[in-house]
T-cell receptor, first 111, second 117 residues
């Protein structure tokens, strides 16, 4: 899998949009960008994924640059419950492809 | 949505004993499950890939005789930590993929916190 680079930590005020960046400059054409988050002492939770178009669901939006070398996860109105470690992962959509986690970004939502 | 149940959620055992952790896919079948380990303030580390009806595939550096994996059915994989020692104390997490779930992402269990005393 291609490697990703994320800032180790970020702060965001409650109610504001949280924008989490991820660099994946070595991504190949058929690799997807996935985002997961892990709230303390829980298993990771799937957030969103995309190939090259921007994506939005009930949790977040994913903005992928045109060259696909970076992406941004946007939590539109952050709440205290969004405090977690966010992982950006690049991988193929193969049937049994395993997920390798990087260090992620520890997001602190400030009241 | 897909649910992966992990049991127990926490366990304390004496050094030298063995501990079994179960991972079940509740509403889907999973031919492949994955086992991770996570130490405090660190990321998840993939330990092994559990394959239904065949041997597990272990990541480099993971002792297969110490971490026994059995995937006897399409909905259950077990991880047994044999002859546990304090350094095996960690957060163990399993995951599986439901190909019918929107997103194509993996679903993770809630984790098992193992403490070896």
């Amino acid at each position: 899998d291609a490697k990703t680079t994320q800032p180790p930590s970020m702060d965001c005020a409650e109610g504001r949009a949280a924008n989490l960046p991820c660099n994946h400059s070595t991504i190949s054409g058929n690799e997807y960008v996935y985002w997961y988050r892990q709230i303390h002492s829980q298993g990771p939770q799937y957030i969103i994924h995309g190939l090259k178009n921007n994506e939005t669901n009930e949790m977040a939006s994913l903005i992928i640059t045109e060259d696909r070398k970076s992406s941004t996860l946007i939590l539109p109105h952050a709440t205290l419950r969004d405090t977690a470690v966010y992982y950006c992962i690049v991988r193929l959509m193969n049937r049994d492809d395993k997920i390798i986690f990087g260090k992620g970004t520890r997001l602190h939502i400030l009241p | 949505g897909a649910v992966v149940s992990q049991h127990p959620s926490w366990v304390i055992c004496k050094s030298g004993t063995s501990v079994k952790i179960e991972c079940r896919s509740l509403d889907f079948q999973a031919t492949t499950m994955f086992w991770y380990r996570q130490f405090p303030k660190q990321s998840l580390m993939l330990m092994a890939t559990s394959n239904e009806g065949s041997k597990a595939t272990y990541e480099q550096g993971v002792e297969k005789d110490k971490f026994l994996i059995n995937h006897a059915s399409l909905t259950l994989s077990t991880l047994t930590v044999t002859s546990a020692h304090p350094e095996d104390s960690s957060f163990y997490i399993c995951s599986a993929r439901d190909f019918d779930t929107d997103g194509g992402g993996y679903t993770f269990g809630s984790g098992t916190r193992l403490t070896v005393v």
